[in-house]
């Protein structure tokens, strides 16, 4: 029995003391941390939710939605500890761009009145650009985008873009993207220069395994990619060789992932009333 099984049969253990005499039937939506695939096959992503906590385990949150909808949370994913009682608004993960804003195009501004905002088939791009490189609705912003040039510096970026990890919710890309990457920049020598000067991409990130610059490179005499952690030079600095490229999405997250993008974000709207304490008779 998977996790989803687990916890359908949870809430069907306590939901009745959470609906209408008069309802017959409740929905209800899941974040266990694990990929749901929407009606046309994509991965989704659930929108923020917002309702009072009505029931708690170890193992689930229930939040009640609506009169007969629900939303069940994964405890040990919850930002922080929400008490029976409070109304809160949850904010799940969401692919984003390095910018910040939604991969699916929904925190794009209008263009011509009408805007374009991807339902399948969501993906993180690099802000770079070359010849005949599809980015789809990222093309409304490729004016701003970094022109690449060496090969293989394209095949890695590509590669980064298309690879899934977490079985799926996400990919290479995001990685970086979910580790706060900031100063992005790309190493993009001539490719003649390709064994001389690692083509590759830097940034620095911030999280609770790893906080400071990191570099993902191209060795073109062995033909595998590299992660530099930290500033070269220094006796801090470490370097992780002969990457393969299947490999790469999971040696970055053991060097810097904290799992913390995974959670979902809770606002606290309102704190469940405390309970009145009645004195005992003297």
Same mark, same amino acid.
């Given at each position: 029995? +998977?996790?989803?099984?687990?916890?359908?049969?949870? *809430?069907?253990?306590?939901?009745?003391?959470?609906? #209408?005499? +008069?309802?017959?039937? =409740?929905?209800?939506?899941?974040?266990?941390?694990? *990929?749901?695939?929407n009606a046309l096959g994509g991965v989704s992503y659930?929108? @923020?939710?917002?309702?009072?906590?009505?029931?708690?385990?170890?193992?689930?949150?229930?939040?009640?939605?609506? @009169?007969?909808?629900?939303?069940?949370?994964?405890?040990?994913?919850?930002?922080? @500890?929400?008490?029976?009682?409070?109304?809160? %608004?949850?904010?799940?993960?969401?692919?984003?761009?390095?910018?910040?804003?939604?991969?699916?195009?929904?925190?794009?501004?209008?263009?011509?009145?009408?805007?374009?905002?991807?339902?399948?088939?969501?993906?993180?791009?690099?802000?770079?650009?070359?010849?005949?490189? =599809?980015?789809?609705? %990222?093309?409304?912003?490729?004016?701003?985008?970094?022109?690449?040039? +060496?090969?293989?510096?394209?095949?890695?970026?590509?590669?980064?873009?298309?690879?899934?990890?977490?079985?799926?919710?996400?990919?290479?890309?995001?990685?970086?993207?979910?580790?706060?990457?900031?100063?992005?920049?790309?190493?993009?020598? /001539?490719?003649?220069?390709?064994?001389?000067?690692? /083509?590759?991409?830097?940034?620095?990130?911030?999280?609770?395994?790893?906080? #400071?610059?990191?570099? &993902?490179? =191209?060795?073109?005499?062995?033909?595998?990619?590299?992660?530099?952690?930290? *500033?070269?030079?220094?006796?801090?600095?470490?370097?992780?060789? +002969?990457?393969?490229?299947?490999?790469?999405?999971?040696?970055?997250?053991?060097?810097?992932?904290?799992?913390?993008?995974?959670?979902?974000?809770?606002? &606290?709207?309102?704190?469940? /009333?405390?309970?009145?304490?009645? /004195?005992?008779? &003297?």
């Amino acid at each position: 029995m +998977n996790l989803k099984e687990i916890a359908r049969d949870w *809430v069907k253990t306590v939901v009745g003391a959470h609906v #209408g005499k +008069n309802i017959r039937s =409740y929905k209800f939506t899941t974040y266990l941390g694990e *990929v749901g695939h929407n009606a046309l096959g994509g991965v989704s992503y659930l929108q @923020p939710a917002e309702g009072k906590v009505v029931e708690q385990s170890e193992d689930f949150t229930l939040i009640k939605t609506g @009169p007969a909808t629900f939303c069940i949370v994964k405890t040990l994913l919850l930002s922080e @500890p929400v008490t029976i009682g409070d109304k809160v %608004n949850l904010k799940f993960y969401q692919l984003r761009r390095f910018d910040g804003t939604a991969a699916d195009g929904s925190d794009d501004p209008s263009h011509g009145g009408s805007r374009t905002i991807m339902l399948t088939g969501v993906q993180t791009y690099f802000p770079v650009k070359w010849e005949g490189r =599809y980015l789809g609705i %990222n093309e409304l912003l490729a004016g701003d985008y970094t022109e690449i040039q +060496n090969p293989y510096l394209r095949d890695m970026l590509t590669q980064m873009e298309e690879l899934r990890v977490d079985g799926g919710l996400r990919r290479v890309v995001n990685v970086l993207i979910d580790a706060g990457a900031k100063d992005l920049a790309f190493v993009d020598p /001539p490719e003649e220069q390709s064994a001389i000067v690692a /083509p590759g991409v830097t940034c620095t990130v911030d999280t609770e395994k790893f906080k #400071g610059p990191v570099m &993902i490179g =191209y060795d073109r005499c062995s033909d595998t990619y590299f992660i530099g952690l930290g *500033v070269p030079g220094q006796d801090s600095a470490r370097r992780r060789e +002969n990457v393969h490229f299947d490999e790469l999405g999971e040696r970055l997250i053991d060097a810097i992932d904290d799992r913390d993008w995974l959670k979902a974000k809770v606002n &606290i709207v309102k704190k469940a /009333p405390k309970k009145k304490v009645t /004195p005992e008779p &003297i």
